[in-house]
């Protein structure tokens, strides 16, 4: 039986990701990672999660794998499965399997939107034990000393099927993660999509007001990452209000009138 | 010439006695026939058809009216297109069929008002209309709660902006739809840029309360507030000058005043500066208002305010006794005296940009900040918008007596209240959480299981029918949920096949073991494994339009939970004392959804208080039996827990939140539904931030409950 693996290097994040910190959370992760602790990160979507972990990824000079979590994800899409290959069965490690193998973070992206299946297979692995059980191969791995794993998630979702379970969650060092102060999410535009500074700032106000209508009609308020799409296309030289029109107000919702009250909000400003 | 005018007299006295012959002596006794008959003969053949036949069937019903339509159906063609002339017919016509002929002729007679409006219509833009919009935009503008309501006069009192019903002023309906949000953000302005603030209120009450002075003042904060809008709203701005008077006088007097009021163009300027310029303008003639602006009633906004003032700063102190109860070093001695003080302390954030924010502002207790709630935050925030600051006397502790979520000592049953007969059916004993002396309080609560009475049923139908069209959206919603497929892997047939399957019997075949037939991947549809207890709040509070949307939710709800074929069943709760809590099924989990289950919903009426804890481990318990995958109990309800004899605030709350952890240990997922607006402050608590949703009218309720019941369990 032949092997397939993932080549390292295509792994790794060679360029350093723009990431601005709001607390300590950098200091928090690396502590965390020396003493073989799983990350939870919390937070509302496109607030710096993903960033965040890649971020790390450099910080740490440690290849990634990441699972954008789906609700048709098995344990088995994670662990690895046979293949047929010219008539042989072979194995392939799954996304997991393969960084535990070689000591990688794995980051899991939405875990609640797997399948439950998949946080039991991750629970031998989050704790002491630091153990992954294949049991299509009988085989026992035992994840090195510089495997990391990392899993975010929404707590913001209502629904009963998606939240995760108090025995998953009591493995983690949770990381909480909101939008940032004005200022610094006004940076983050900026850097991020190249517009200036006082386009940025308009960009980070609507995105208040926007936030001020969260369980008012919306059900999130704008996210940096959106505010970063609108900047790129204003950076485009798309004008601002139309920017504003398909970046952010119909990315938020479908209803009519509050559709035509972000657009008049955006208006105000520009 | 002689000929021709004979002729035309001749035709007109055969118009009068056609008409007359129809009206009979009524249209004689009109003053200037001849005049109307003259005018009448002056019509187009196919107009003056109209009016003969018209006129001949309103004599059917009324000859009176028939001659006041003779008298005044010139001028109706005067100045009205033909089909606006058949509406107002349409119209005096309904009015003498509903009301009879005075008010019928009243209508007929106004046929300048009619036509006007006949002429706005379609440019006309009403508040219905906008209503959600300038709800959705003003909170998006930032700042306190402002509810939208229709007035005749179009001013704010800090709660609420009130704007006229409709405004048709300009020819387009998307001018006049500009107009409102322009109005409505002017008098948002108000609030968010400190007209209001107490300081000015109090100045202007004592000192400039007579009606020369507010106008001057009303429009020199026009000159502040356009000058602020501009700094932070460009776009608006540019609106505000489009929407100005384009009149040359009243413009050449705006720019006066504008040039006189320089010094507002200031960003540190104030209200209190824009009094202090009031009397430099009491020699100049006032401008028209600009069509945005609204007008100022002292009284209205001083009352609203002080009222406002009093509250939140009793429910800020309280917040922050909360505070400083939950960071108090725990190992203190009980008394008192010896207590160090806890240093609350406010000071102002950095503002980039001098803007006022609800949150520039940072709370330190002992120097350490301290985040604070949302709730917190926006009470701060409206504070902050009436002072400018959190003022000191806000921030000291809470006089003894005020607080009344304060514990009480627990006493028992009332007296006089016999004892249950415990041996009776459906009679269950249950503990009772302490947390005074954080420990159980053991068989405290007798629990009866009690079946609602059942009510009138065309409750139902009249539901039915009043939310026909919201019904058929739910149903809609509900039927996509049914409609997601999942594969089904490892089946024993099935669409497709299922590659991991035939891999592992590859495999099992290389190893010479038997190979299982489950190949297949089924798509169809998953059978939903939910189980849903409903539990109703049936306290005396629910009493009227709440019991209404409550049992109209349910209504709804079942119509929706049987296309789904979830698990449901339904119970009230009430009880006075821990002798007598009291559940009433309205529908277990084996009842189907017949006659009598609709009879019992129909037949809920608000009982005694609310002893939220028993009840929800006695229908715990019930949900606990159902075999489901995912089990849920839904608590709809209208306020805290409460119940007579010390069952109130914090003692309360915490034997409700024990119950909701007992359940949550063993499976069953927890969710509330309420319409407390204060619900804020405990339902967190409760049932952890995003198990609760408050829905802010009672109206909205019946349609909402379906709905959150849709995206909890997809």
Same mark, same amino acid.
């Given at each position: 039986?032949?092997?397939?693996?993932?080549?390292?290097?295509?792994?790794?994040?060679?360029?350093?990701?723009?990431?601005?910190?709001?607390?300590?959370?950098?200091?928090?992760?690396?502590?965390?990672?020396?003493?073989?602790?799983?990350?939870?990160?919390?937070?509302?979507?496109?607030?710096?999660?993903?960033?965040?972990?890649?971020?790390?990824?450099?910080?740490? =000079?440690?290849p990634?794998?990441?699972?954008?979590?789906?609700?048709?994800?098995?344990?088995?899409?994670?662990?690895?499965?046979?293949?047929?290959?010219?008539?042989?069965?072979?194995?392939?490690?799954?996304?997991?399997?393969?960084?535990?193998?070689?000591?990688?973070i794995?980051?899991?992206?939405?875990?609640?939107?797997?399948? =439950?299946?998949?946080?039991?297979?991750?629970?031998?692995?989050?704790?002491?034990?630091r153990?992954?059980?294949?049991?299509?191969?009988?085989?026992?791995?035992?994840?090195?000393?510089?495997f990391?794993?990392?899993?975010?998630?929404?707590?913001?979702?209502?629904?009963?099927?998606?939240?995760?379970?108090?025995?998953?969650?009591?493995?983690?060092?949770?990381?909480?993660?909101?939008?940032?102060?004005?200022?610094?999410?006004?940076?983050?535009?900026?850097?991020?999509?190249?517009?200036?500074?006082?386009?940025?700032?308009?960009?980070?106000?609507?995105?208040?007001?926007?936030?001020?209508?969260?369980?008012?009609?919306l059900?999130?308020?704008?996210?940096?990452?959106?505010?970063?799409?609108?900047?790129?296309?204003?950076?485009?030289?798309?004008?601002?209000?139309?920017?504003?029109?398909?970046?952010?107000?119909?990315?938020?919702?479908?209803?009519?009138?509050?559709?035509?009250?972000?657009?008049?909000l955006?208006?105000?400003?520009? | 010439?002689?000929?021709?005018?004979?002729?035309?007299? #001749?035709?007109?006295?055969?118009?009068?006695?056609?008409?007359?012959? *129809?009206t009979?002596?009524?249209?004689?006794?009109?003053?200037?026939?001849?005049?109307?008959?003259?005018? *009448?003969?002056?019509?187009?053949?196919?107009?003056?058809?109209?009016?003969?036949?018209?006129?001949?069937? *309103?004599?059917?019903?009324?000859?009176? #009216?028939?001659?006041?339509?003779?008298?005044?159906?010139?001028?109706a063609?005067?100045?009205?297109?033909?089909?606006?002339v058949?509406?107002?017919?349409?119209?005096?016509?309904? &009015?003498y069929?509903n009301?009879?002929?005075?008010?019928?002729?009243?209508?007929?007679?106004?046929?300048?008002?009619?036509?006007?409006?006949?002429?706005?219509?379609?440019?006309?833009?009403?508040?219905?209309?906008?209503?959600?919009?300038?709800?959705?935009?003003?909170?998006?503008?930032?700042?306190?709660?402002?509810?939208?309501?229709?007035?005749?006069?179009?001013?704010?009192?800090? $709660?609420?902006?009130?704007?006229?019903?409709?405004?048709?002023?300009?020819?387009?309906?998307?001018?006049n739809?500009?107009?409102?949000?322009?109005?409505?953000?002017? !008098?948002?302005?108000q609030?968010?840029?400190?007209?209001?603030? %107490?300081?000015?209120l $109090?100045?202007?009450?004592?000192?400039?309360?007579?009606?020369?002075?507010?106008?001057?003042?009303?429009?020199?904060?026009?000159?502040?507030?356009n000058?602020c809008?501009?700094?932070?709203?460009?776009?608006?701005?540019?609106?505000?000058?489009?929407?100005?008077?384009?009149?040359?006088?009243?413009?050449?007097?705006?720019?006066?005043?504008?040039?006189?009021?320089?010094?507002?163009s200031? /960003?540190?300027?104030?209200?209190? +500066?824009?009094?202090?310029?009031?009397?430099?303008? !009491? +020699?100049?003639d006032? /401008?028209?208002?600009?069509?945005?602006?609204?007008?100022?009633?002292?009284?209205?906004?001083?009352?609203?305010?002080?009222?406002?003032?009093?509250?939140?700063?009793?429910a800020?102190?309280?917040?922050?006794?909360?505070?400083?109860?939950?960071?108090?070093?725990?190992?203190?001695?009980?008394?008192?005296d010896?207590?160090?003080?806890?240093?609350?302390e406010?000071?102002?954030?950095d503002?980039?940009?001098?803007?006022?924010?609800?949150?520039?502002?940072?709370?330190?207790? +002992?120097?350490?900040?301290?985040?604070?709630?949302?709730?917190?935050?926006?009470?701060?925030?409206?504070?902050?918008?009436?002072?400018?600051?959190i003022?000191?006397?806000?921030?000291?502790?809470?006089?003894?007596? $005020?607080?009344?979520?304060?514990?009480?000592?627990?006493?028992?049953?009332?007296?006089?209240?016999?004892? /249950?007969?415990?041996?009776?059916?459906?009679?269950?004993?249950?503990?009772?959480?302490?947390?005074?002396?954080?420990?159980?309080?053991?068989?405290?609560?007798?629990?009866?299981?009690?079946?609602?009475?059942?009510?009138?049923?065309?409750?139902?139908?009249?539901?039915?029918?009043?939310?026909?069209?919201? !019904?058929?959206?739910?149903k809609?919603?509900?039927?996509?949920?049914?409609?997601?497929?999942?594969?089904q892997?490892?089946?024993?047939?099935?669409?497709?096949?299922?590659?991991?399957?035939i891999?592992?019997?590859?495999?099992?075949?290389?190893?010479g073991?038997?190979?299982?037939?489950?190949?297949?991947?089924?798509?169809?549809?998953?059978e939903?494994?939910?189980?849903?207890?409903?539990?109703?709040?049936?306290?005396?509070?629910?009493?009227?339009?709440?019991?209404?949307a409550?049992?109209?939710?349910?209504?709804?709800?079942?119509?929706?939970l049987?296309?789904?074929?979830?698990?449901?069943?339904?119970?009230?709760?009430?009880?006075?004392?821990?002798?007598?809590?009291?559940?009433?099924?309205?529908?277990?989990?084996?009842?189907n959804?017949?006659?009598?289950? &609709?009879?019992?919903?129909?037949? *809920?009426?608000?009982?005694?208080?609310?002893?939220?804890?028993?009840?929800?481990?006695?229908?715990?318990?019930?949900?606990?039996?159902?075999?489901?995958?995912?089990?849920?109990? %839904?608590?709809?309800?209208?306020?805290?827990?409460?119940?007579?004899?010390?069952?109130?605030?914090?003692?309360?709350?915490?034997?409700?939140?024990?119950?909701?952890?007992?359940?949550?240990?063993?499976?069953?997922?927890?969710?509330?539904?309420?319409?407390?607006?204060?619900?804020?402050?405990?339902?967190?608590?409760?049932?952890?931030t995003a198990?609760?949703?408050?829905?802010?009218?009672?109206?909205k309720? /019946?349609?909402?409950?379906?709905?959150?019941?849709?995206?909890?369990?997809?």
């Open positions: 039986m032949s092997k397939t693996t993932i080549k390292n290097e295509q792994n790794f994040v060679k360029k350093k990701p723009y990431y601005e910190p709001v607390g300590d959370e950098i200091a928090i992760f690396t502590a965390a990672y020396k003493n073989q602790l799983p990350i939870l990160l919390k937070g509302p979507t496109g607030c710096g999660k993903t960033r965040f972990i890649e971020y790390m990824a450099w910080y740490l =000079k440690l990634m794998v990441t699972v954008a979590c789906h609700d048709d994800l098995t344990a088995s899409d994670l662990i690895g499965r046979y293949l047929i290959k010219g008539g042989e069965t072979i194995w392939v490690d799954g996304p997991l399997t393969s960084a535990v193998r070689h000591g990688y794995c980051y899991l992206d939405e875990i609640v939107e797997a399948r =439950k299946d998949t946080s039991v297979v991750i629970h031998p692995l989050c704790d002491g034990r153990l992954l059980p294949i049991e299509k191969l009988g085989e026992l791995l035992e994840a090195p000393s510089s990391c794993l990392a899993i975010s998630y929404n707590p913001g979702y209502q629904s009963v099927l998606k939240d995760l379970k108090q025995s998953t969650r009591q493995r983690f060092v949770a990381l909480e993660f909101d939008y940032p102060e004005a200022a610094t999410e006004e940076a983050i535009v900026i850097r991020e999509s190249g517009i200036d500074q006082s386009i940025a700032h308009k960009l980070v106000k609507l995105g208040h007001m926007t936030r001020n209508l969260k369980g008012n009609g059900e999130e308020g704008a996210s940096t990452r959106l505010l970063v799409n609108a900047g790129k296309l204003i950076h485009s030289n798309v004008t601002p209000v139309n920017a504003i029109d398909t970046a952010i107000s119909q990315a938020l919702t479908d209803e009519p009138d509050m559709f035509q009250a972000v657009h008049e955006s208006r105000s400003i520009f | 010439m002689a000929n021709q005018s004979r002729q035309n007299l #001749l035709y007109r006295i055969r118009i009068q006695k056609d008409l007359e012959e *129809i009979g002596p009524a249209l004689s006794r009109h003053s200037n026939l001849e005049a109307i008959i003259s005018k *009448i003969a002056n019509l187009n053949d196919q107009q003056q058809v109209f009016i003969y036949q018209w006129a001949q069937l *309103i004599a059917d019903s009324n000859a009176e #009216l028939a001659a006041h339509f003779i008298s005044f159906v010139p001028k063609f005067d100045c009205m297109i033909d089909a606006d058949q509406k107002w017919i349409d119209l005096f016509l309904k &009015r069929d009301y009879g002929l005075g008010k019928a002729i009243i209508s007929l007679e106004d046929i300048d008002g009619f036509a006007d409006e006949q002429k706005n219509r379609g440019v006309r833009c009403s508040l219905q209309q906008t209503n959600l919009f300038l709800q959705h935009f003003i909170r998006g503008l930032g700042g306190r709660e402002l509810k939208i309501a229709s007035h005749d006069e179009t001013y704010t009192n800090t $709660e609420g902006l009130f704007l006229p019903e409709s405004i048709s002023i300009f020819p387009q309906p998307k001018q739809f500009t107009l409102y949000k322009l109005t409505a953000a002017h !008098l948002w302005a609030t968010w840029y400190g007209t209001w603030r %107490i300081q000015v $109090e100045k202007l009450t004592t000192e400039y309360n007579d009606q020369k002075s507010l106008d001057i003042f009303n429009r020199l904060e026009c000159i502040r507030l000058h809008i501009a700094r932070d709203f460009p776009g608006l701005n540019r609106e505000f000058s489009e929407f100005e008077h384009r009149d040359a006088d009243v413009v050449i007097l705006w720019q006066l005043w504008r040039d006189r009021a320089g010094p507002l200031d /960003p540190t300027s104030t209200g209190m +500066d824009t009094i202090k310029n009031i009397n430099h303008f !009491l +020699d100049v006032l /401008p028209t208002l600009q069509p945005y602006q609204g007008e100022i009633f002292l009284d209205r906004i001083r009352e609203t305010m002080l009222s406002r003032i009093k509250q939140e700063q009793i800020f102190q309280q917040s922050l006794d909360k505070l400083r109860d939950e960071n108090a070093p725990k190992n203190q001695t009980e008394d008192d010896f207590v160090p003080k806890q240093m609350l406010v000071s102002e954030g503002s980039s940009d001098g803007e006022p924010s609800e949150t520039n502002f940072q709370l330190t207790l +002992d120097g350490q900040p301290i985040e604070l709630s949302d709730d917190l935050k926006n009470l701060a925030g409206s504070i902050m918008q009436d002072f400018g600051e003022p000191d006397q806000h921030m000291e502790p809470l006089e003894q007596g $005020e607080y009344s979520d304060a514990l009480q000592a627990q006493h028992g049953e009332s007296e006089g209240d016999p004892d /249950p007969d415990l041996n009776e059916t459906g009679t269950f004993q249950y503990p009772e959480w302490d947390c005074t002396r954080q420990r159980f309080r053991e068989d405290f609560c007798t629990l009866r299981e009690l079946v609602v009475p059942p009510g009138n049923e065309s409750f139902i139908s009249e539901t039915l029918e009043k939310y026909r069209g919201a !019904l058929r959206t739910i809609k919603c509900f039927e996509a949920v049914l409609g997601e497929s999942r594969p892997r490892r089946q024993p047939e099935g669409d497709d096949i299922d590659l991991d399957a891999v592992n019997a590859h495999i099992d075949l290389a190893q073991k038997d190979i299982s037939d489950h190949l297949y991947t089924n798509y169809r549809n998953q939903r494994n939910v189980a849903v207890m409903f539990m109703v709040d049936m306290s005396g509070s629910t009493l009227g339009w709440v019991n209404n409550e049992r109209e939710s349910l209504v709804l709800l079942c119509e929706a049987e296309l789904l074929g979830d698990r449901y069943a339904i119970y009230g709760f009430s009880g006075r004392t821990n002798k007598r809590c009291e559940v009433y099924s309205i529908k277990n989990f084996k009842e959804y017949s006659l009598e289950v &609709r009879q019992r919903i129909s037949g *809920i009426r608000p009982k005694a208080y609310t002893r939220m804890g028993v009840a929800i481990r006695h229908l715990g318990q019930i949900l606990q039996k159902t075999h489901a995958r995912t089990k849920l109990l %839904i608590t709809l309800s209208d306020g805290r827990p409460e119940d007579y004899g010390g069952y109130k605030g914090q003692y309360g709350i915490e034997d409700t939140r024990h119950a909701l952890l007992e359940m949550k240990q063993s499976g069953v997922h927890a969710f509330c539904i309420t319409i407390d607006s204060e619900a804020q402050e405990y339902l967190p608590h409760m049932y952890g198990n609760y949703a408050v829905i802010d009218e009672v109206k309720l /019946p349609l909402k409950v379906a709905d959150i019941y849709r995206r909890l369990t997809t």
